[in-house]
Nanobody
Framework: QVQLVESGGGLVQAGGSLRLSCAASGRTFSTYDMGWFRQAPGKEREFVATSRWSAGSTYYADSVKGRFTISRDNAKNTVYLQMNSLKPEDTAVYYC????????????WGQGTQVTVSS
């Protein structure tokens, strides 16, 4: 059982940086795959980045590769998304998600935090 709460969103100028945080509850946090998704106005929710516990690897959408970094601090039960070189196209509500080991789809979601990038 995992509960997720995002924070750190806000307004930033194009080319700037922002770090999102996702506070997670649950003793088995370190065994879960963690991910970030986003949903822009009028668009479907899309994948951004994931940290896979089983493989000890990370994976990024092509649109953010080289600019965004997902990381986790298991001692603090917190997942981060460091966003650099932000573009107006990055404007969206960003959601933290967790996936129970063995599942394909993410089954726990946070409430979302708004990121707005001005041009």
């Amino acid at each position: 059982q995992v509960q997720l709460v995002e924070s750190g969103g806000g307004l930033v100028q194009a080319g700037g940086s922002l770090r999102l945080s996702c506070a997670a509850s649950g003793r088995t946090f370190s065994t879960y795959d963690m991910g970030w998704f986003r949903q822009a106005p009028g668009k479907e929710r899309e994948f951004v980045a994931t940290s896979r516990w089983s493989a000890g690897s990370t994976y990024y959408a092509d649109s953010v590769k080289g600019r965004f970094t997902i990381s986790r601090d298991n001692a603090k039960n917190t997942v981060y998304l460091q966003m650099n070189s932000l573009k107006p196209e990055d404007t969206a509500v960003y959601y933290c998600a967790a996936r129970t080991p063995g599942l394909t789809n993410y089954n726990y979601w946070g409430q979302g935090t708004q990121v707005t990038v001005s041009s």
